[in-house]
């Protein structure tokens, strides 16, 4: 079964734009949906968006639209998500997590999750 | 303001009985499956319960889930102290996934 290892914390300036990275081992994410999930200290898990690798087609939680993008490397073999325009209520601990095997629609729910990346926004 | 509402706390001794319920409208849990993710502290979430009332391989039938119309419940059976943990229910809203605002689970 595909683990998903982040990269690490990250401590961002207000305005900044902020990447994280979400990366397969043991396999390729070509057969999966990606999700991206923010937990904001203190606070309850929010939806960010999703992509499916093989189509390369993501969506995006309407809050978030227009300052977040989700994408893929070639080899589909690590998921990105990106965030823009940086605000100290952007930190939070970001999780990736991926469906189960084949379940392109998420219809199974988030099966396996990366151990989570804390991004800090602060001047 | 969480699109799905559950009790902020929820409590009990081991052995016991505790449900956790989840409500929403007809945008979501009313349409679409529910869900239901584990989280212990400074943890990644863990998939309990999908489709509803599904469990995961690995997760044990202490766990179950149901749905009626707008509502969920997650049902712990046999209450043990590792249960000690926050619970979300999901669910699909307008191709977005929304989440309660979280269940937070004393054992006793």
């Known amino acids: 079964q595909v683990q998903l290892v982040q990269s690490g914390a990250e401590v961002k300036k207000p305005g900044s734009s902020l990447k994280v990275s979400c990366k397969a081992s043991g396999g390729a994410l070509s057969d999966y949906t990606i999700n991206w999930v923010r937990q904001a200290p203190g606070q309850g898990l929010e939806w960010i968006g999703g992509?499916?690798?093989?189509?390369?087609?993501?969506k995006y939680a309407q809050k978030l639209q227009g300052r977040v993008t989700i994408s893929m490397d070639g080899s589909l073999s690590t998921a990105y998500m990106e965030l823009s325009s940086l605000r100290s209520e952007d930190t939070a601990v970001y999780f990736c997590?991926?469906?189960?095997?084949?379940?392109?629609?998420?219809?199974?729910?988030?099966?396996?999750w990366g151990q989570g990346t804390l991004v800090t926004v602060s001047s | 303001q969480s699109v799905l509402t559950q009790p902020p706390s929820a409590s009990g001794t081991p052995g016991q009985r505790v449900t956790i319920s989840c409500s929403g409208s007809?945008?979501?849990?009313?349409?679409?499956?529910v869900y239901w993710y584990q989280q212990v502290p400074r943890t990644a979430p863990k998939l309990l319960i999908y489709?509803?009332?599904q469990r995961p391989s690995g997760v044990p039938d202490r766990f179950s889930g149901s749905k009626s119309g707008t509502s969920a419940s997650l049902v712990i059976s046999g209450l043990r102290s590792e249960d000690e943990a926050d619970y979300y229910c999901?669910?699909?809203?307008?191709?977005?996934?929304?989440f309660g605002g979280g269940t937070k689970l004393t054992v006793l």
């Open positions: 489709r509803n009332n």
């Open positions: 997590a991926r469906t189960a095997y084949g379940d392109y629609a998420a219809r199974e729910g988030l099966a396996s």
């Open positions: 999901a669910a699909w809203d307008d191709s977005q996934v929304v």
């Open positions: 992509i499916m690798p093989m189509f390369g087609t993501a």
């Open positions: 007809s945008s979501n849990i009313g349409s679409d499956y």
